[in-house]
């Protein structure tokens, strides 16, 4: 039973919009959630965290939302650069060990 | 350059070879993790390890066992490889910092023929 999900396999954006990478999750006792970004044949890098006491962090051009009630976390991206194509992933923990459990990825593709 | 180290990139074996992926950091983490993920899945953690001398199993029932001797080398073992154990393997450490972001490796992908 995935806990985490990215419904979005891919998405594809024109360079200058604004990219929004969706996340869903299901445990209630998730209390701070992560994004990753990673390139073909390189690690994932971490991108920016939200704690469940917030709605809203910001770093730079990426923002990342959390909904509670609805259990869904978005990060958007703006404006899209085409260094952001890369498989963006999504991880929630409730951990104090600080197990990570993580979403399928989400391949965004920025379109010059 | 503080950074996490993984070799080899790429590693093509024959069934029922023993096989060693090495993890080196020079960033002084005590927290160091494997992960294993296949193209469009996510990542399911095998092993971690929160010091010298502790190992743990993770969520995904792995053949592969780990040791932690040294702070800054975490390396992974599977005693006979098989050919569902073709994947790629990602090592990550952390600090001790509460929620500290974890830093990962460029990985090994593993092909079992």
């Known amino acids: 039973d995935q806990q985490v999900k990215q419904n979005s396999p891919s998405l594809s954006v024109q360079e200058g919009r604004i990219s929004i990478l969706n996340c869903d999750y299901t445990?209630?006792?998730?209390?701070?959630f992560l994004w990753y970004k990673k390139y073909p044949a390189e690690g994932p890098t971490f991108l920016i965290s939200?704690?469940?006491i917030k709605d809203k962090n910001e770093d730079g051009r990426f923002t990342v939302f959390l909904n509670k009630s609805a259990k869904h976390l978005s990060l958007h991206i703006v404006p899209s650069q085409p260094g952001d194509s890369a498989v963006y992933f999504c991880?929630?923990?409730?951990?104090?060990?600080?197990?990570?459990?993580w979403g399928a990825g989400t391949k965004l593709i920025i379109k010059p | 350059e503080a950074d996490i180290y993984q070799t080899p990139r790429y590693l093509v074996i024959g069934t029922g070879k023993k096989i060693t992926l090495e993890c080196s950091q020079t960033?002084?983490?005590?927290?160091m993790y494997w992960y294993q993920q296949d193209p469009g899945m996510e990542l399911h953690l095998i092993h971690y390890?929160?010091?010298?001398?502790?190992?743990e199993k993770g969520d995904l029932s792995s053949e592969s066992t780990v040791s932690r001797i040294r702070t800054e080398h975490f390396p992974l073992t599977l005693e006979s490889a098989r050919p569902s154990h073709t994947s790629q393997y990602l090592c990550?450490?952390?600090?001790?910092?509460?929620?500290?972001?974890?830093?990962f490796g460029n990985g090994t992908r593993l092909t079992v023929t």
């Open positions: 990550a450490s952390s600090s001790s910092s509460n929620r500290s972001p974890l830093h």
């Open positions: 991880a929630a923990t409730a951990d104090s060990n600080y197990q990570l459990i």
């Open positions: 390890s929160y010091g010298v001398n502790s190992t």
């Open positions: 445990n209630s006792m998730f209390d701070y």
């Open positions: 960033m002084g983490h005590d927290k």
């Open positions: 939200i704690s469940s």
